[in-house]
């Protein structure tokens, strides 16, 4: 897409310090890292939301993970890692290319998550979780 930062890192236009380089992966150092070592991974082709993406290709792009949170945490020596993909921007997704953090954690470090377990109603659980499986296209 010609006005996607992604997609320009992508293309060599825009510069980057790149990790991993496939016919579908891309990964490279986020600029604005939460942690020294802040990965992202990225498909080459762009799509806004990870919902967007063909299974196939998804898969393709998700087979990198496991090897590049070890890479990571070998390299930082962090004792724990993040993976965070954000979509929508209610949702925290600033730039509009699907990506994946890979965010080294440390105790004491400054990167805090709000998060607000709620409890659920007498039956509320099972009637979503009814909807959702439904939601599911055949095969999944
Ligand atoms: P989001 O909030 O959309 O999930 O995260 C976008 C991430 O992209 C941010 O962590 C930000 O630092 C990173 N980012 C934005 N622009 C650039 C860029 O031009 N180069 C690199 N390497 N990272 C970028
Ligand atoms: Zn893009």
Same mark, same amino acid.
């Given at each position: ?13 825009? *510069? ?14 986020d600029i604005g ?32 993970? *496991? ?36 965010? *080294? ?36």
């Open positions: 897409m010609a006005d996607c930062i992604f997609c320009k890192i992508v293309a060599g236009e825009i *510069p980057c310090e790149k990790i991993l380089d496939t016919d579908v992966a891309f990964a490279f150092m890292p939460l942690a020294e070592g802040h990965v992202l991974l990225i498909p080459r082709a762009h799509y806004e939301t990870l919902d967007a993406m063909p299974a196939e290709e998804a898969g393709a792009l998700l087979r990198h993970l *496991p090897a590049l949170v070890n890479a990571v945490r070998d390299v930082t020596g962090c004792e724990g890692v993040n993976v965070l993909q954000n979509n929508g921007r209610v949702a925290h997704q600033v730039v509009p290319h699907v990506h994946f953090h890979v965010i *080294p954690r440390n105790p004491g470090d400054e990167f805090h998550f709000n998060w607000p377990a709620g409890e659920y109603g007498e039956g509320r659980m099972q009637d979503l979780g009814e909807a959702i499986r439904r939601a599911l296209p055949r095969g999944s």
